[in-house]
């Protein structure tokens, strides 16, 4: 364990080609789960689905390329697309814009589901910016742009970092702690068809809560840290919440029965992010296989994606891409 927030250690950053036209990067990220439980806006998982981005220095002008995935339908392709703001900022942040930029994406995170869509995208396209310009696509200034863009930085620490982690700010800067999980950990994700918005979800949480409130969840989120990390077995009762849970889950019902359902048999389920998708945090496969009848049975036929993806212990992963066919060339440098 240790804080990772000055930067991706050990080597320096992944150098790329720098030159004006052709210069060009592949970087995956991966889905995020945060909260995590008690650890409402600072603890965050990374998991093993994975987005794609390959951006391209141009002579000019912006081509955003239409999404390969399932998670593309709708997406902006101008300036107004999620990934060409977060790479605008850190171009700005590192000397300026380019004359021109190529996009290509592969989506595979679903969107509004809680499962870092939005951060992936942002993300990415901080990363690869540094990247080109040979800066760390992992590092302090990635983090910090990453989370001003997102507002939160929960989801964008583990999908820089990997593993999991704990994020705050300064007041001055964000910061990140990267943890090591459990290596039995075990991940289960149930992605409902229905859609939710992170605002309104935000929205349901009220202003205050009891004093006795707020000393439990600051106690079972130091709780959870040791779960996480060394002692799974007590992952149960390391993610009881009182902070948000209970006012976000009597919104999406399929969520609300999953997660009653889970945790009534001691399976550590919990809201992924501001939901709809439920997070099982099984303690082996055992468990896993368990957590998944239980959802077969509670459960409407196609209500309900089941992914068991697994733990990323990388957060993005950068590979220079050859200016004259695309292909990638080299190793890949990876943040962790």
Same mark, same amino acid.
């Given at each position: 364990?240790?804080?990772?927030?000055?930067?991706?250690?050990?080597?320096?950053?992944?150098?790329?080609?720098?030159?004006?036209?052709?210069?060009?990067?592949?970087?995956?990220?991966?889905?995020?789960?945060?909260?995590?439980?008690?650890?409402?806006?600072?603890?965050?998982?990374?998991?093993?689905?994975?987005?794609?981005?390959?951006?391209?220095? /141009?002579?000019?002008?912006?081509?955003?390329?239409?999404?390969?995935?399932?998670?593309?339908?709708?997406?902006?392709?101008?300036?107004?697309?999620?990934?060409?703001?977060?790479?605008?900022?850190?171009?700005?942040?590192?000397?300026?814009?380019?004359?021109?930029?190529?996009?290509?994406?592969?989506?595979?995170?679903?969107?509004?589901?809680?499962?870092?869509?939005?951060?992936?995208?942002?993300?990415?396209?901080?990363?690869?910016?540094?990247?080109?310009?040979?800066?760390?696509?992992?590092?302090?200034?990635?983090?910090?742009?990453?989370?001003?863009?997102?507002?939160?930085?929960?989801?964008?620490?583990?999908?820089?970092?990997?593993?999991?982690?704990?994020?705050?700010?300064?007041?001055?800067? /964000?910061?990140?702690?990267?943890?090591?999980?459990?290596?039995?950990?075990?991940?289960?994700?149930?992605?409902? /068809?229905?859609?939710?918005?992170?605002?309104?979800?935000?929205?349901?949480?009220?202003?205050?809560?009891?004093?006795?409130?707020?000393?439990?969840?600051?106690?079972?989120?130091?709780?959870?840290?040791?779960?996480?990390?060394?002692?799974?077995?007590?992952?149960?009762?390391?993610?009881?919440?009182?902070?948000?849970?209970?006012?976000?889950?009597?919104?999406?019902?399929?969520?609300?029965?999953?997660?009653?359902?889970?945790?009534?048999?001691?399976?550590?389920?919990?809201?992924?992010?501001?939901?709809? /998708?439920?997070?099982?945090?099984?303690?082996?496969?055992?468990?896993?296989?368990?957590?998944?009848?239980?959802?077969?049975?509670?459960?409407?036929?196609?209500?309900?994606?089941?992914?068991?993806?697994?733990?990323?212990?990388?957060?993005?992963?950068?590979?220079?891409?050859?200016?004259?066919?695309?292909?990638?060339?080299?190793?890949?440098?990876?943040?962790?």
């Amino acid at each position: 364990m240790g804080d990772r927030s000055s930067g991706i250690q050990p080597g320096e950053p992944h150098q790329l080609d720098r030159g004006p036209d052709g210069a060009a990067v592949r970087v995956s990220v991966p889905a995020t789960s945060a909260n995590l439980g008690p650890g409402f806006d600072t603890l965050g998982l990374a998991v093993e689905l994975r987005d794609e981005l390959t951006l391209r220095i /141009t002579t000019g002008g912006l081509v955003v390329n239409p999404y390969v995935g399932d998670g593309g339908s709708g997406v902006a392709l101008d300036e107004t697309n999620l990934v060409v703001r977060a790479a605008r900022r850190a171009f700005d942040a590192t000397g300026g814009q380019p004359a021109g930029l190529q996009l290509s994406y592969r989506s595979h995170i679903p969107h509004s589901r809680g499962l870092g869509s939005s951060s992936a995208a942002i993300c990415a396209g901080v990363a690869a910016a540094l990247a080109v310009r040979g800066a760390d696509p992992a590092g302090e200034l990635a983090l910090d742009l990453a989370a001003e863009i997102e507002g939160h930085p929960d989801n964008v620490a583990p999908c820089l970092l990997g593993g999991a982690t704990i994020a705050f700010s300064d007041g001055r800067a /964000t910061r990140a702690v990267r943890l090591e999980p459990a290596e039995q950990l075990e991940p289960v994700l149930f992605v409902p /068809t229905v859609r939710t918005s992170t605002s309104a979800a935000r929205a349901a949480l009220p202003e205050m809560v009891p004093h006795r409130d707020a000393a439990f969840a600051a106690g079972r989120a130091a709780l959870l840290v040791a779960a996480l990390t060394s002692r799974p077995e007590l992952l149960f009762a390391a993610t009881e919440d009182r902070l948000h849970q209970p006012f976000r889950l009597p919104a999406v019902p399929i969520s609300a029965a999953l997660f009653e359902a889970l945790r009534s048999v001691g399976v550590p389920a919990v809201l992924s992010g501001s939901g709809p /998708t439920v997070l099982a945090l099984c303690r082996d496969g055992d468990e896993a296989d368990r957590a998944v009848r239980i959802a077969g049975d509670v459960t409407p036929a196609g209500a309900v994606t089941v992914l068991r993806p697994g733990l990323a212990s990388q957060g993005v992963l950068t590979t220079d891409v050859l200016p004259d066919d695309g292909a990638p060339h080299g190793a890949p440098g990876a943040a962790a």
